[in-house]
């Protein structure tokens, strides 16, 4: 059964950094695809991040965040990162962590950003 568990969200100020986590069991972790999305009140759920499989770990950026979140990934934990700074009110949303490939999602980690 496949598993994917977020957590390390939190409530922040303007400029703060968060790091997010998302364990992932029942897959094998390293040959898959991942990416967090994310999905603020009243709006669709977006893509922020994504990451392909090692070895090459080639990362995708949504222009929303680009330059200030950056996405990994540790093959051996089988965990998935998602490393935010610079944080803004607009960053306010739930974060699901996600496995394009089958759309198996996580239950998602509120993220607020507000002084």
């Known amino acids: 059964q496949v598993q994917l568990v977020e957590s390390g969200g939190g409530s922040v100020q303007p400029g703060g950094s968060l790091e997010l986590s998302c364990a992932v069991s029942g897959i094998a972790f390293s040959r898959i695809f991942m990416g967090w999305h994310r999905q603020a009140p009243g709006k669709q759920r977006e893509e922020v991040a994504s990451i392909s499989p090692t070895p090459l770990n080639t990362t995708f950026y949504a222009n929303a965040v680009k330059g200030r979140f950056t996405i990994s990934r540790d093959d051996t934990k089988n965990i998935l990162y998602l490393q935010m700074t610079n944080l803004k009110p607009e960053d306010t949303a739930v974060y699901y962590c996600?496995?394009?490939?089958?759309?198996?999602w996580g239950q998602g980690t509120q993220v607020t950003v507000s002084t």
């Open positions: 996600r496995i394009p490939g089958d759309d198996y």
